[in-house]
């Protein structure tokens, strides 16, 4: 049975990076965000009263009877499923972990023009969003990469890769997240991504990624826009 | 061999997450934040350069040569080696989407009070943090709680337990975020807790189990305070 993948319309988000995961494992499904009506009918599944485990919020994965709500739980489902983690337990784990570290860097980059609360528009946080930008930028931007340049340096197979000798969901979400910055931040992540050339490196790679490439050329992967996670506010990014 | 927690010394922070599950499995383990020099012995651990999965930041716990940082893949890697998670596979990752949506509830209490940005202390950040503050107690708060009580009902175990019929670290997660955000703010809590009863219910349970009630009471528990994630400062709560 294909899976399901239930996610907002419109934008990449969060749910772009349960894509990644699907297309390159070229799994079979149907992405129910780019159905007509489809954020009506995911508001319509999480109301349901018969579901035992209902998500608390999108993007989330149905295969069959299980329903897999948060990104990090669904891409560790998805790698053991389509090979895109290593069997090893510890190793299993780590990859899991710099999922994790993604995660929390995907947060921070939505903060920046939005640190008042979701509730509130870009325009109506617009000075405490400058603020926010400066750390961000200045800050966070470069400690995460700075890890993400040291762990790929101490990978014993090699800096191809995050995790081991093959592409993992780590790999993609890294990609993930380093276009989105380069989107929203265009200017600082120039200079940032000089700074950690394996990064750049294992970006690129992903993007030629057969299976990716098609993705991304595709009519399937929507442009970053301003109602997303990554937004190009010009004012934010220095 | 003891496993080893890194964390930061003076609070409870996200350590406190890991500290439960390992009092609750009566697990040997040795606390490094509460040993004489132990930031400056975290910033050294982190800084080892022959450490090839070197976590982003504390918490991270040291099994033997494994070492994980992130609190939700400490908890996942702890719940399979002491019984805190279910062994079938929907059941587990289901235990970890209830852990990752704390974790975002944990994030969230934290940004109340440093809305703009961990650089800037509260004091430089108070409009912008009572401003964030109404946001989350008014919307967050019960959302994530309605959530928690949906799930509580419709665990066909009963409503003991998040997870089936035993306990899991998600409930020992949510006994620690409900405790957090009581001491942060009290009157609002009293409020939503009589709205969630079976998440009131979950929490004195965990308080009154043996471990987790002997370890509450003994000196290794620090109290909550000024400088961990849920802090008490009067103005924001209502």
Redesign the interface.
Known sequence: MAYELYYWSGIQGRGEFVRLALEESAADYLDKGRQPDCDGALLDFLARRD???????APFLKDGD?V???T??IL??LGDRHQLAPKDE?MR??T??IQ??IA?LV?EAH?VHH???A??YYEEQKP?AL??AK??RE??IPQ?LA?FE??LA???SGEAHLVGAAVTYADLSLFQVVEGLAYAFPRRMKRALADAPSVAALHQAVARRPRIRAYLESSRRLAFNEQGIFRHYPELDG
């Open positions: 579901l035992a485990q209902p998500p608390f919020a299980v897999i709500g948060q990090s739980a560790l489902y510890a784990i780590w899991h972990q994790l570290t929390d947060a903060d640190p008042l609360g509730n509130l405490e603020r926010r750390y961000f800050e966070r995460f890890w040291t762990i101490r990978n014993p």
